[in-house]
T-cell receptor
Framework: DVKVTQSSRYLVKRTGEKVFLECVQD?????MFWYRQDPGLGLRLIYF???????EKGDIPEGYSVSREKKERFSLILESASTNQTSMYLC????????????FGDGTRLSIL | AQKVTQAQTEISVVEKEDVTLDCVYE???????LFWYKQPPSGELVFLIR??????QNEISGRYSWNFQKSTSSFNFTITASQVVDSAVYFC???????????FGRGTSLIVHP
């Protein structure tokens, strides 16, 4: 079974802190994704990576950066956390061929105080 | 541009009722895939089904069935004899042609009361 593991289920940080959210998958997937999920807004893509060291901006990349130094790990970085980044963050991975389903982690509920 | 519409924001039913979740999509692609995912209260989205645009056969998996109609651009999901464990948010998704990135609908929250 595919396993996508996010480092924390719940996280509380302060405004201005640099925040790291980690995601690891164990299925050798080429593609990895970071989403945020807010009530009424559904899932919004922050960043996408299709290979090591490769990344593409999604719909809402402002205030975020990502790092993919190894194939299995995709990190989301909040450079200077702000209260409007309080949200549920979901990581996903998939195989490269088009039309492959995504596999999601349990999510990290991040609160910025 | 891709678009996925799940017009039902929330549906509430009593256990054992049948329920249909609607998904209407827009795409200019001639070949595409459609997906349904389930997000239980625990938070993890779980893949339920993928459908190729060439295959309009209905799919049945236990109490779950999917009705794909290209003529109406719909990919509806029916749960027969609903159970409390079916309570979740359900998402329909459509990747852009030539892209790995899916467009998700806003989701339908299904609440099944005992």
């Amino acid at each position: 079974d595919v396993k996508v593991t996010q480092s924390s289920r719940y996280l509380v940080k302060r405004t201005g802190e640099k925040v790291f959210l980690e995601c690891v998958q164990d299925m050798d997937h080429e593609n990895m994704f970071w989403y945020r999920q807010d009530p009424g807004l559904g899932l919004r893509l922050i960043y996408f990576s299709y290979d090591v060291k490769m990344k593409e901006k999604g719909d809402i990349p402002e205030g975020y950066s990502v790092s993919r130094e190894k194939k299995e790990r995709f990190s989301l970085i909040l450079e200077s956390a702000s209260t409007n980044q309080t949200s549920m963050y979901l990581c996903a991975s998939s195989y490269r061929p088009l039309g492959q389903p995504q596999h999601f982690g349990d999510g990290t509920r991040l609160s910025i105080l | 541009a891709q678009k996925v519409t799940q017009a039902q924001t929330e549906i509430s039913v009593v256990e054992k009722e049948d329920v249909t979740l609607d998904c209407v999509y827009e795409t200019r692609d001639t070949t595409y895939y459609l997906f349904w995912y389930k997000q239980p209260p625990s938070g993890e989205l779980v893949f339920l089904i993928r459908r190729n645009s060439f295959d309009e056969q209905n799919e049945i998996s236990g109490r779950y069935s999917w009705n794909f109609q290209k003529s109406t651009s719909s990919f509806n999901f029916t749960i027969t004899a609903s159970q409390v464990v079916d309570s979740a948010v359900y998402f329909c998704a459509l990747p852009s042609g030539g892209s790995y990135i899916p467009t998700f609908g806003r989701g339908t929250s299904l609440i099944v009361h005992p």
